[in-house]
């Protein structure tokens, strides 16, 4: 009994040792990486105790440990699915696709990872669901990382009438972006006349932000083209086609 308590104490002792020492340490390891390094430390320090308690109850630690094993492969084949989560999450533990924090698009779901294991990853979404994804569906699709880069493009496109002043419109979108204060100035924004289509001359306008700020830059930019286009006498034009009669 004295051989458990001091082991489950030691064990205690040796997660918070190693948590202080991962999480402290100059390699940045993710926060799955620390979790199973902490959780390791404590599982093998206790199974040690455990063994060496059982010996000295006069236990033969052979026979057990060969029980053990027959025990796990019968277990394996049980846990197929679990395994292959396990492995997704050892993949995704040494590749580090993503950590706590981030936000990412994987297995058709886009959200922040809000918790890790080795067997599946929380994902809170965008409307503030918690979903909870096995990692072999994670590990087995594309993984888009939102926020791993600390700049993302917007990519809008806005229409003029063909009897529109090109170089007015042109202005106005170039002074619409380098007005907004979330808009960064490296890299540079692009506005440029893209595209004339059947109905409309085509401007693309590219302004780079923040991961955390494209949406609020998206609908401004939107809502104060819209509103000076109108104030300029610029057309947004709507998809036109002319019908031609013919008498046979």
Same mark, same amino acid.
Request: aromatic share 10%; glycine share 6%.
């Given at each position: 009994?004295?051989?458990? &308590? &001091?082991?489950?104490?030691?064990?205690?002792?040796?997660?918070?040792?190693?948590?202080?020492?991962? %999480?402290? *340490?100059?390699?940045? =390891? %993710?926060?799955? !990486?620390?979790?199973?390094?902490?959780? &390791?430390?404590?599982?093998?320090?206790?199974?040690?105790? !455990?063994?060496?308690? !059982?010996?000295?109850?006069? =236990? @033969? !630690?052979?026979?057990?440990?060969?029980?053990?094993?027959?025990?796990?492969?019968?277990?394996? #084949?049980?846990?197929?699915?679990?395994?292959?989560?396990?492995? *997704?999450?050892?993949?995704?533990?040494? +590749?580090?696709?993503?950590?706590?924090?981030?936000?990412?698009?994987?297995?058709?779901?886009?959200?922040?990872? %809000?918790?890790? %294991?080795?067997?599946?990853?929380?994902?809170?979404?965008?409307?503030?669901?918690?979903?909870?994804?096995? /990692?072999?569906?994670?590990?087995?699709?594309?993984? /888009?990382?939102?926020?791993?880069?600390?700049?993302?493009?917007?990519?809008?496109?806005?229409?003029?009438? +063909?009897?529109? /002043?090109?170089?007015?419109?042109?202005?106005? &979108? @170039?002074?619409?972006?380098?007005? $907004?204060?979330?808009?960064?100035? $490296?890299? @540079?924004?692009?506005?440029?006349? $893209?595209?004339?289509?059947?109905? *409309?001359?085509? #401007?693309?306008?590219?302004?780079?932000?923040?991961? @955390?700020?494209?949406?609020?830059? +998206?609908?401004?930019?939107?809502?104060?083209?819209?509103?000076? #286009?109108?104030?300029?006498?610029?057309?947004?034009? #709507?998809?036109?086609?002319?019908?031609? =009669? +013919?008498?046979?």
């Amino acid at each position: 009994m004295f051989i458990l &308590l &001091l082991t489950v104490l030691l064990a205690k002792l040796t997660k918070r040792i190693v948590a202080k020492a991962v %999480s402290n *340490s100059k390699l940045k =390891f %993710s926060k799955l !990486l620390q979790d199973f390094f902490t959780s &390791l430390s404590g599982k093998i320090i206790f199974t040690l105790g !455990l063994l060496i308690a !059982l010996s000295q109850l006069g =236990f @033969e !630690l052979g026979p057990l440990l060969a029980g053990f094993g027959i025990a796990g492969v019968i277990i394996g #084949f049980a846990l197929q699915d679990t395994l292959s989560n396990f492995a *997704s999450g050892m993949m995704i533990l040494i +590749y580090r696709p993503f950590d706590v924090g981030d936000l990412i698009h994987a297995a058709g779901v886009t959200g922040r990872v %809000s918790h890790m %294991s080795l067997v599946s990853t929380t994902i809170k979404t965008l409307d503030n669901q918690r979903l909870i994804i096995p /990692n072999n569906k994670i590990w087995g699709d594309t993984i /888009n990382n939102i926020t791993a880069e600390h700049h993302r493009r917007v990519d809008m496109t806005f229409d003029i009438s +063909y009897s529109d /002043n090109i170089e007015q419109a042109e202005a106005v &979108l @170039e002074q619409l972006v380098q007005e $907004h204060p979330k808009v960064l100035k $490296h890299p @540079e924004p692009t506005v440029k006349l $893209h595209l004339l289509g059947e109905s *409309s001359v085509d #401007f693309v306008v590219r302004p780079w932000v923040r991961p @955390e700020d494209y949406w609020e830059v +998206y609908w401004d930019i939107t809502r104060a083209v819209k509103m000076r #286009f109108d104030e300029e006498g610029i057309s947004i034009p #709507f998809p036109q086609r002319d019908v031609h =009669f +013919y008498r046979g």
